[in-house]
Structure formats: C-alpha cells, structure tokens
C-alpha cells in the first residue's frame, strides 16, 4: 500500500509540469457539489452500513478543450449517529441535554483528471492520491433549539486514500460558465483504519467511558449526483 501511494504521489506531482509543455494554459475552472451515498466493501462491509453525505471537487483545466485537468476532491460521508437525552448532572436535575454522537470520514484527494468528448454527454474518467480522516465526536445542546452546545473529539485516526473514479456530465446550459448535471462513482483504498462505529463508546454508572475502536480494511464505493459549473 505505501509503496503504491508514493508511485502515485509522484505521478501527480509530474501530470502539471508535463502539461505546462504540451499545452499554453487556459483561465478555464470547473466546480461541482452534489450529494454521495457510500457503500462499504470488503472486510469494512462487516462492521459499517451505507453512508451518506457531501462531495466537492475542482478541476484545473489545462487545454481549450477542457479535456485535461487537474482534480481537487473533498467528501463527508457519516456512517453512524446516536442520540439521547439525559440530565445535565446528578445535581442539576432541572436542566435537560441532548447528546449526539457522529461517526463520519473526510475525505481530501489531488490527481489528474481525462475528459473525452466535446458534445452534451462527456464521460471522465480520474484518479487521486491524498488522505481519509475518520473522527467520532459528540456533542451536548440544551433541548431548547436556542442554547449553544459544546462538543469533544472521541477518536480520530488520518489513513492515506487513493482513489479512482469516473462518471458522466449531460450539459444544460452553453457560455462562459456552462452548467452540468454530474453523476460518477468512485473506489476509494485507505487500506488499515481504526475507527468507531455505532455503539462502541460505552458509559457506566460511576462516570467512567470506554471506548472499544475496530482496526480493519476501510475501503469504500460511492455514488455522487451534483452539478457542475465551469468558469
């Protein structure tokens, strides 16, 4: 796995300077936001359900024809949410908090990206190199929607991510700033995380908490719908 991530590392780090001598660079920028599903694979499929959140991404084009790119990939993916109410303290009774807890991945990566195509339908095809950072944190609020809460980190473990994906944008609108319906899937290898999931912080009556982390395969697909808006 690390042999295999600074190889490509290292091929990232070469795709701009290799486009910089083939083609004169171009004021030309895409943007995209949509929603993700994400499907855990492999050994993490036994201790993980489906996920869903956010994903965003960049792409630097470097031609006229917006063909070849550099990509800027960013997603939160929630796994797990617990929630429930209890009071403040043994001694403040009166006063009643809500407390959360999130399992969630973040996901950030940089690769070339390969548009084929010129006309409504363009399919693409990417790959990227960077880290998932897999944190549990739980939150207090006041069960009045009007009181600040207060939140803690639980666990947090960073793994380095390689990714590969592709997908298709159906063009809406022409211009300067065209707009694009933008559906892919993408395969995400962060190889051996640790994390917890669900259920795996536990309190006991004297106050004490323990927690009970998984060490496994963490590998995931996801699914991502969004737009597109070239600049």
Do not use: K
């Not at 599903?37 to 050994?43: D, I, N, Q, S």
């Amino acid at each position: 796995m690390r042999q295999r991530y600074w190889l490509l590392v290292a091929f990232i780090a070469a795709v701009p300077i290799a486009a910089r001598g083939q083609y004169r660079p171009q004021a030309s920028f895409a943007f995209g936001v949509g929603g993700v599903l994400a499907r855990p694979v492999g050994e993490f499929q036994r201790f993980v359900e489906w996920g869903g959140g956010l994903g965003t991404y960049g792409v630097i084009n470097f031609d006229r024809g917006r063909h070849f790119g550099l990509r800027l990939d960013g997603s939160f993916v929630m796994y797990g949410h617990e929630r429930y109410s209890t009071v403040l303290s043994p001694t403040i009774r009166r006063v009643w908090v809500d407390v959360s807890t999130d399992n969630f991945i973040v996901g950030f990566g940089v690769g070339p990206q390969i548009t084929l195509g010129n006309g409504p339908i363009r399919p693409y095809v990417y790959g990227t190199a960077g880290f998932s950072y897999f944190a549990t944190v739980s939150s207090v609020s006041g069960t009045a929607d009007f009181h600040d809460g207060l939140s803690s980190t639980n666990f947090d473990h960073f793994t380095g991510a390689l990714v590969g994906g592709g997908g298709l944008l159906f063009r809406l609108t022409r211009g300067r700033r065209p707009i694009s319906i933008d559906m892919s899937v993408q395969s995400t290898y962060n190889g051996v995380a640790e994390y917890l999931r669900r259920g795996d912080i536990v309190e006991y009556p004297d106050g004490s908490v323990t927690l009970f982390p998984i060490r496994s395969q963490a590998n995931l697909v996801t699914f991502r719908t969004g737009v597109t808006i070239g600049m």
